[in-house]
């Protein structure tokens, strides 16, 4: 059985998610390789820290929009929210997962905020855009929960929930190509005479 509407914005949905996994799990990498760094005295040649600031701060930007995306407020935008709201209309099945208070306060507070004011506008004032990582993982598994339960194969035989199993080979490729990265721009950091 086949729905191809339902297909579509579950799909759509997926690979949102999925992008905003990415951009986690980057962002992860980088900060597990960077204490890495620091404990094993090496440090990035200027040039390169330059480049990986720039692109950490553009993975940040990118999740929060992903984020976003996904609990957009306009009527056409094929929402989580929405999502839920179709499935129940056409199919009459509700979905129990929700996401937690904190995580909606954390989208409210922090990350539409970045996203209206340094990444879809250019507001001067930018103060306080600062994103702590930390509760992205949570909201991505919150999100993961809520698609995989909204996930029927006998409504479209075609739609497959996300498993651990794509999650953790998607970590671990992203694992080896950030160490890649990191690796081939790293520079041992000079003794000082006396130092131990």
Do not use: W
């Not at 989580?80 to 996401?99: G, H, P, Y």
């Amino acid at each position: 059985m086949q729905n191809e509407e339902y297909f579509h914005r579950y799909q759509e949905l997926k690979n949102l998610i999925f992008q905003g996994l990415v951009d986690f799990l980057i962002l992860q990498n980088m900060e597990t390789y960077n204490k890495v760094v620091n404990d094993e005295k090496k440090a990035l040649p200027s040039s390169s820290f330059i480049i990986l600031k720039h692109f950490c701060d553009l993975v940040k930007k990118d999740y929060a929009l992903v984020v976003c995306k996904l609990f957009d407020s306009d009527s056409n935008a094929n929402t989580i929210e929405s999502f839920k709201q179709f499935v129940f209309r056409n199919f009459d099945l509700r979905c129990t997962k929700r996401i937690s208070p904190d995580s909606k306060r954390f989208i409210n507070n922090d990350l539409r905020p970045l996203r209206n004011r340094s990444i879809a506008h250019n507001d001067i004032q930018k103060n306080g855009l600062i994103v702590d990582v930390s509760p992205l993982k949570s909201i991505l598994l919150e999100l993961i929960d809520m698609l995989n339960d909204m996930c029927y194969s006998d409504k479209d035989d075609r739609v497959e929930p996300i498993k651990q199993t794509e999650i953790d080979a998607l970590s671990y490729r992203i694992k080896i190509g950030s160490l890649y990265l990191i690796e081939k721009t790293v520079i041992p950091i000079k003794e000082e005479a006396g130092d131990i």
